[in-house]
């Protein structure tokens, strides 16, 4: 038997958090045979997740697949949530959400079992709703950052407002590479489009600024 990751603690803790599930979530995992670190520990994860509440169930693929294209995931690991209607919602993580955005997993989890509903202010929908280009926001994190979550759900709620939209959690430390690319030196990074680049987790309203700024 393999080692678990998740203590017993955390198990009960995790119980308690999906006992608010209303519908079934489905996550589409992408995994690559290739040169993948993280693959078997993000794999193992989902599994005992979906161990502790049968209304989350995963599915696997390859992220050279046809699925992979579909949902555009280019690297691995890779998550993609359903709705229970099985809707794409442009919710995103590459990487394993360990840490602090362990939470931010299991808080999208339960969003997206009630249909996820983006929890934004009436304001900031309607700018978001307007919007009819196509969108992509980067969220650069590491795990130990306790103000990387925040910056996330926002981005993840931006996404959920909007099918024009999608948002990646993306662990820094794992794709090193793009980390570079976008040169990370602090996190929580945000990239909108490849134009627009701020750092923090800044208010709602100064997020969506931003995103607009970079249409």
Do not use: W
């Amino acid at each position: 038997m393999e080692n678990k990751l998740l203590p017993d603690n955390v198990t009960k803790q995790v119980k308690e958090v999906f006992s608010a599930l209303e519908g079934p979530v489905k996550a589409l995992f992408f995994r690559s045979e290739k040169k993948c670190d993280y693959c078997n520990t993000a794999e193992q994860l989902l599994n005992e997740l979906s161990g502790i509440n049968g209304k989350l169930t995963y599915e696997v693929f390859d992220v050279d697949s046809e699925m992979a294209r579909k949902y555009e995931i280019e690297l691995a690991p890779g998550i993609v949530l359903l709705t229970p209607d099985g809707d794409d919602k442009g919710v995103r993580f590459l990487g394993v959400p360990a840490g602090h955005e362990f939470g931010t997993l299991l808080q999208d989890i339960v969003t997206f079992s009630k249909g996820a509903k983006p929890e934004l202010s009436k304001e900031s929908l309607e700018k978001i709703e307007a919007i009819d280009k196509p969108v992509e926001i980067k969220v650069f994190v590491t795990t130990t950052c306790p103000y990387c979550p925040r910056a996330v759900l926002t981005a993840h709620h931006i996404a959920m407002a909007n099918k024009n939209i999608k948002a990646y959690m993306i662990e820094a430390n794992e794709f090193q590479e793009m980390s570079m690319k976008y040169g990370v030196s602090s996190v929580p990074q945000i990239v909108v489009n490849d134009r627009v680049t701020f750092v923090g987790a800044i208010p709602e309203g100064q997020y969506v600024e931003q995103v607009l700024k970079a249409l």
